[in-house]
């Protein structure tokens, strides 16, 4: 299933204020907090109403749920939803940071543009080393803890196959943003909970249209993968919600299984 289409339609800007339809829907739920009408333990209404009550998309709701928790005033639970953790102090302040689908979103962006102009420069050694980088994120998808060192590799090299220092040094610091900002690195971690890894096939298909020194296919292939990115993100937390109600399952399988018959 392919939603990406609507990978860069998520959260809107607004037209009036600037403010993204995220920020707009966490500084309301501050409000509500702030005013008293959600104590602290209740649990917030369901994403599905949330989007319906402020007509914003599933997505928008889960950053501006995001937002609230790395702030310390909500916990969202596998399967159970979001609960109030903390109310605001009457001087809190309702700051953002960028978003993993903000970041990602300026990543299509820069590195597409960038894959577009590598393919021009690169060289033949440069793409051996990005083959062997393909095979050491294979390699780093085996194991439990991922690092996803290799990933950043592969896609800082590319950068720096573009021979333009201002591009290396803007993606690098996209890439730093990724464990910098709160939301970007809360989203990230509960992507790799959910067993999510980069998908060696969308490297081996950017690393093929380099080779091919095309840039209209190396822009493509980038920004497929990113789009990628996108939906595993967005769907990060269906896909844990999925994972514990398959263990609940199991477990009253066994627990009854196990009892005597009457």
């Known amino acids: 299933m392919s939603l990406r289409p609507k990978a860069v339609t998520f959260a809107g800007d607004d037209a009036i204020s600037g403010e993204r339809l995220y920020q707009r829907l966490a500084r309301g739920l501050f409000a509500d907090l702030a005013s008293g009408k959600y104590g602290i333990g209740d649990r917030l209404p369901a994403e599905r109403e949330l989007s319906a009550e402020h007509n914003v998309s599933r997505p928008a709701v889960r950053e501006a749920l995001i937002a609230?928790?790395?702030?310390?005033?909500?916990?969202?639970?596998?399967?159970?939803?979001?609960?109030?953790?903390?109310?605001?102090?009457?001087?809190?302040?309702?700051?953002?940071?960028?978003?993993?689908?903000?970041?990602?979103?300026?990543?299509?962006?820069?590195?597409?543009?960038?894959?577009?102009?590598?393919a021009i420069h690169i060289s033949d050694d440069e793409l051996d080393a990005l083959d062997r980088l393909v095979e050491a994120i294979a390699a780093e998808n085996l194991h439990s803890d991922v690092t996803e060192d290799a990933d950043q590799a592969f896609h800082l090299a590319i950068a720096r196959a573009t021979r333009n220092a201002g591009i290396a040094r803007t993606i690098e610091d996209l890439w730093r943003l990724r464990s910098t900002s709160p939301e970007c690195a809360l989203l990230h971690d509960k992507a790799r909970s959910a067993k999510i890894r980069p998908v060696v096939a969308e490297h081996s298909a950017i690393v093929l249209a380099l080779r091919g020194h095309d840039p209209i296919a190396a822009r493509a292939t980038m920004r497929a993968h990113l789009s990628a990115v996108m939906d595993h993100l967005l769907f990060t937390t269906e896909e844990r919600a999925v994972e514990e109600a398959r263990k609940l399952v199991a477990s009253k399988r066994a627990r009854y299984s196990s009892s005597p018959a009457s």
């Open 68 to 118: 609230l928790e790395v702030q310390g005033y909500i916990e969202v639970r596998v399967g159970s939803g979001a609960f109030v953790r903390r109310l605001p102090a009457q001087d809190d302040m309702r700051g953002f940071a960028i978003t993993a689908f903000e970041l990602t979103e300026a990543r299509m962006v820069f590195e597409g543009e960038a894959a577009a102009l590598a």
